[in-house]
């Protein structure tokens, strides 16, 4: 299967890349800056114009990830920001494809459960409406979908993806930090749902979508049992071999959270999403519960 990647530069597309590649798919990543030493075909292009990197689109499987890192401050400038970074190229990309004579055959659409912004402890499927807001979660997410959904590949698959658990990530490094730090209290109240996902289990999701047939439309990535931030970091603790420590209160997060650049609203709020178009299809997780999952990951580090 020859498999167009936009994104594929970022630490989750260069894992998905090398995974299609060692199965032997032909793997071409759409790159703005071209790096010697891939394993892979780069094609340059602009994300933002339809240009020669089109014809790589015909009767291929299209993955598209493209996106700037949403941890930032939730400043109107990066909202701004992290719209138009998947809005653009998500539409040049359907733009191109919309003028081949042989389209696409399969589109994977990366999104976020971010979409469902801040979600209590209400159960959420595939069924669940998108959240109003806040904007730079459930609003930068609305706008992805809608800028993929006039795409026309043979079928699409879109991705809402939970919290990625990977190595030499952001969001499991400053996680992992913090706990070492001594700093692995809850967060906030620690009430708040983290919906998760083992990289293992991403990489599998995707070749999923890409060779069932029967995926189409919302697919949530996430593992079956999402936890409590308060569970989140006792397992941190219980793996880094931390012993307990105060909580951070919801005003310390802010105050860090301004002095770090990013968004005290990633800790402070939650999403309890489950996978059902998965289970419902089959799929078995490598790793449904979190302990494993950390341990697999952070188990022989310091």
Request: aromatic content about 4%; hydrophobic content about 45%.
């Amino acid at each position: 299967m020859k498999v167009v990647l936009a994104g594929g530069s970022g630490a989750l597309g260069r894992r998905i890349a090398a995974d299609l590649t060692t199965r032997g798919d032909e793997v071409v990543v759409l790159t703005r800056s071209v790096r010697p030493g891939w394993p892979y075909r780069q094609v340059f292009w602009d994300g933002a114009t339809v240009g020669s990197w089109a014809a790589e689109l015909a009767g291929a499987a299209v993955v598209n990830l493209a996106g700037e890192l949403v941890d930032r401050r939730p400043t109107a400038a990066n909202v701004e920001l992290l719209t138009r970074s998947r809005v653009q190229p998500t539409r040049a990309l359907a733009c191109a494809a919309a003028g081949l004579d042989e389209p696409p055959t399969v589109w994977v659409q990366a999104s976020t459960l971010a979409i469902y912004g801040d979600g209590g402890d209400a159960v959420l499927d595939e069924n669940a409406p998108a959240a109003d807001g806040p904007a730079q979660m459930a609003g930068v997410a609305r706008a992805w979908e809608q800028a993929a959904a006039e795409q026309p590949a043979g079928r699409q698959v879109v991705l809402r993806t939970g919290v990625v658990l990977d190595r030499d990530t952001p969001a499991l490094d400053r996680l992992a930090g913090l706990t070492r730090w001594g700093l692995g209290g809850r967060v906030g109240s620690g009430r708040q749902w983290v919906s998760w996902l083992h990289i293992a289990d991403l990489l599998a999701i995707v070749r999923r979508s890409l060779d069932d047939v029967t995926m189409v439309g919302v697919v949530h990535a996430t593992s079956p049992h999402p936890v409590r931030n308060a569970e989140l970091m006792a397992a941190l603790r219980q793996v880094l071999h931390r012993p307990p420590v105060p909580p951070t209160p919801a005003p310390l997060v802010r105050l860090g959270a301004m002095l770090l650049r990013t968004d005290a609203a990633l800790a402070l709020t939650g999403r309890r999403c489950i996978p059902s178009r998965l289970l419902d299809a089959g799929y078995t997780f490598a790793y449904p519960h979190l302990v494993p999952a950390l341990q697999s990951l952070l188990g022989n580090r310091p």
